[in-house]
């Protein structure tokens, strides 16, 4: 697993910068679910204003995901 931080230019939004974090999704899953990461939010939640964890997926796992979108609600949505 690999982590990349990022700060953004001012363009008036609300986040400014951010980390994202690199892996097989089963084991990011079971990473977020650890002591060990709700103490490093609750560690950086203390340092930064607006924190959020959000899962995301990647452009080449985006295929996928919209299949399994489409499954769910349809493809009329």
Not at 19 to 33: H, S, T
Request: hydrophobic share 45%.
């Amino acid at each position: 697993m690999r982590w990349d931080g990022f700060w953004l230019t001012p363009h008036g939004g609300r986040l400014n910068a951010g980390f994202q974090c690199w892996g097989e999704r089963a084991k990011l899953d079971e990473w977020r679910r650890t002591d060990e990461f709700e103490a490093f939010v609750f560690k950086m939640g203390s340092v930064m204003a607006n924190l959020m964890v959000v899962p995301g997926v990647a452009y080449a796992a985006a295929k996928e995901t919209l299949d399994r979108r489409a499954k769910a609600v349809g493809t009329q949505r």
